[in-house]
């Protein structure tokens, strides 16, 4: 490798681990792929539940985490992954959404679960 590749390549801001995560959003569901993970996804219409369960296993590995849960298949994105802010606005618009729930468990550092919302049957 040249010198001047090498200057370059250290000019590179290091990716994070959210930064590999591969996420589709369309109208009809939310799909989650990471090349060391299972593929994830959900139909918007069969989701059962959503949380966030935090870990304390960050700055390394990430540490806040979205699940959307139904009845056959789930999904989990981490918080700062590509596209979270728009699966986010998505989900926060579900009548009865828990905002609180939410709030508290951005300040978590903690292995802990934050039910926002469940399906009423």
């Known amino acids: 490798m040249r010198l001047i590749d090498k200057l370059f390549k250290r000019l590179e801001p290091k990716k994070q681990p959210e930064d590999y995560y591969d996420i589709a959003v369309t109208q009809e569901y939310i799909k989650v792929e990471h090349p060391e993970r299972k593929t994830g996804q959900i139909n918007w219409n069969d989701i059962d539940e959503i949380v966030v369960v935090t870990t304390d296993e960050g700055p390394f590995l990430p540490d806040f985490w979205l699940v959307l849960l139904g009845k056959d298949n789930s999904c989990s994105l981490p918080q700062g992954a590509p596209k979270y802010d728009e699966v986010f606005e998505i989900i926060s618009m ?24 469940k399906r009423n049957n």
């Open 94 to 117: 579900y009548e009865g959404f828990n905002f609180d729930e939410y709030i508290k468990s951005v300040s978590s550092v903690e292995k802990a679960r934050f039910e926002l919302w």
